[in-house]
């Protein structure tokens, strides 16, 4: 699993899967704070780095050693 969430993704995600995991069965009432578990999936995804769906939609948001190199040598 190639990464493909560069670092400002990954952590919106990580911090928006915390907050939909403590948030949501705070809030929800009854059998429906189980909606809180959706928090898992950016969660995951934002601590691995890689998101399958951007690689359905061939988005990469993380930074390549290519591009790097391309910025270093131009400057």
């Not at 915390?18 to 909606?35: E, N, Q, S, V």
């Not at 809180?36 to 993380?62: E, F, H």
Request: charge should be positive; glycine fraction near 10%.
């Amino acid at each position: 699993m190639p990464i493909n969430e560069g670092k400002t993704e990954r952590i919106l995600r990580v911090s928006a899967g915390f907050l939909l995991l403590i948030l949501l069965p705070l809030t929800l009432p009854g059998a429906a704070k189980w909606w809180g578990l959706v928090g898992l999936l950016p969660l995951v995804t934002g601590l691995t780095g890689y998101c399958p769906a951007w690689t359905l939609l061939k988005i990469n948001t993380c930074a390549t050693k290519q591009k790097d190199k391309a910025l270093s040598h131009q400057g």
